[in-house]
Antibody, heavy 119, light 110 residues
């Protein structure tokens, strides 16, 4: 069974950085596009970024472009999200997800990791 | 405000059917596949419908999806108490070059 487990969340001040990780405990990580999706407290889902299966192509939401960097290490079966210059509005639960059809259909989700940005 | 518009709430009684709409535009719903998610409180979303009208393994056939032009719909038949949840539509937007989510619909089973 494929499982995704996020880590790296925490409480930081505005302007600081965090790096999120998402480890795949299964065996099909390397063949699929992966995404980060977030959800602010009491709000809806918000797409953050995606990366192709080889790690050579990335896309970002305008709200994080230039501040966040998605990457992956297929040998370690790990997805990353480097978050710099964090803002209060980045406070959310961050989920990593798998997109097997490359159409934004996320069939497997991690449990989420909480990022809180507060002065 | 989301580019994809969903009603904030919907309701139905057990055994009934309910339809949740998702209105978009030519460069998102009108051009690409729509996907639907169910999210129970405190849990990660679950994929219900992908590629507009396909169900992943394990999703009951009470859940179905359709699309016409720039609007899509999720229909839940034979409503059950455990269907009470938040539902989101999502699609790729060719103009924004991004995945976009609808604002979500909170379904109440009366």
């Amino acid at each position: 069974e494929v499982q995704l487990v996020e880590s790296g969340g925490g409480l930081v001040q505005p302007g600081e950085s965090l790096r999120l990780s998402c480890v795949d405990s299964g065996s099909v990580f390397r063949h699929h596009w992966l995404h980060w999706v977030r959800q602010a407290p009491g709000k809806g889902l918000d797409w953050v970024s995606r990366i192709n299966n080889e790690g050579t192509f990335t896309t970002y939401a305008d709200s994080v472009k230039g501040r966040f960097t998605i990457s992956r290490d297929n040998a370690k079966k790990t997805l990353y999200l480097q978050m710099n210059s964090l803002k209060v509005e980045d406070t959310a639960v961050y989920y990593c997800t798998r997109d097997p059809y490359v159409i934004g259909a996320f069939d497997i989700w991690g449990q989420g990791t909480v990022v809180t940005v507060s002065p | 405000q989301s580019v994809l518009t969903q009603p904030p709430s919907a309701s139905g009684t057990p055994g009934q059917g309910v339809t949740i709409s998702c209105f978009g535009g030519r460069l998102n719903v009108g051009s690409n596949s729509v996907n639907w998610y169910q999210q129970l409180p405190g849990t990660a979303p679950k994929l219900l419908i992908y590629n507009t009208d396909l169900r992943p393994s394990g999703i009951p056939d009470r859940f179905s999806g359709t699309k016409s032009g720039t609007s899509a719909s999720l229909t839940i038949g034979n409503l059950q108490a455990e269907d009470e949840s938040d539902y989101y539509c999502t699609v790729w937007d060719d103009a924004l070059n991004a995945v976009i989510f609808g604002g979500g619909t909170k379904l109440t089973v009366l």
